[in-house]
């Protein structure tokens, strides 16, 4: 559990659910851990206290990640803090679900702005730490890229511009040695599922009826997919798309 000793790890919006799982994770494999919220301190504090009580690295960092200031920034800390750059975990996501009679132009750039265009300022700061070598950047996607639900015309399109944009900078960056892969969770058990009501509704039926493995996702399952794809085990990887779904497609 030592593969990504001497790796420093960026996760935004790690705080709690899939971030916080996956910071864990990428700290018992080794890696240093910045961890990244944008409002929710107490729960960095809470990742980070986890992780350093394990043995690991971590600190808290906030930024929006739809605001270059605040990515730049992030990334700064982090090298003042562990020395350099050498994973992103492009997490970051927020959501809402409405009739398409109802979306707003906020709510479409709200969503559009830190689940799209976060990633893209994530990236191109990344390229200025990542070493010689290298890095892996892993975007959190969803199912509903591909397998898309009523309400969700705006979230649904956000992921499927996430998932078009590993393709094009995993081209894009090869020459660099820097691989792109994203990992498309889907109905996972998170604060944020509890605090939208999907959990315990009939909406978690549906999704557990549609799921060959019979329950909903807990982000322990994700967080292992990460971890590989940070490793040097899935260097032959890259603009990859992997379901971590109990088989729900």
Not at 3 to 18: D, Q, R, Y
Not at 129 to 143: D, K, R, T
Not at 147 to 171: F, H, M, Q, R, W
Request: proline letters at 4%.
């Amino acid at each position: 559990m030592n593969e990504l000793t001497g790796k420093v790890a960026i996760v935004t919006g790690a705080s709690k659910g899939i971030g916080a799982a996956i910071a864990k994770s990428l700290a018992a494999a080794g890696a240093a851990v910045a961890v990244n919220y944008s409002s929710s301190r107490d729960g960095a504090d809470r990742t980070v206290a986890e992780i350093v009580a394990g043995g690991g690295r971590a600190f808290a960092v906030q930024g929006d990640v739809a605001k270059s200031a605040d990515v730049q920034r992030v990334f700064s800390e982090t090298k003042s803090a562990f020395g350099g750059v050498d994973v992103v975990v492009n997490n970051a996501g927020v959501f809402q679900f409405d009739p398409v009679e109802a979306v707003s132009e906020n709510e479409f750039h709200r969503q559009f702005n830190t689940n799209v265009l976060g990633p893209i300022l994530t990236t191109q700061e990344a390229l200025k730490y990542f070493p010689a070598s290298g890095g892996s950047i892993i975007n959190i996607s969803s199912v509903v890229s591909t397998n898309p639900i009523p309400n969700a015309s705006v979230y649904a399109s956000t992921k499927g511009a996430l998932d078009t944009l590993t393709e094009v900078l995993a081209k894009e960056l090869a020459s660099r040695h820097v691989r792109v892969n994203t990992v498309a969770p889907g109905g996972t058990e998170t604060e944020g599922a509890h605090t939208a009501g999907f959990i315990g509704s009939a909406f978690e039926d549906s999704i557990v009826s549609q799921t060959p493995l019979g329950r909903i996702g807990q982000p322990g399952d994700i967080s292992p997919v990460v971890v590989f794809l940070a490793s040097d085990a899935s260097s032959w990887l890259t603009g990859e798309y992997i379901r971590a779904s109990g088989g729900l497609h």
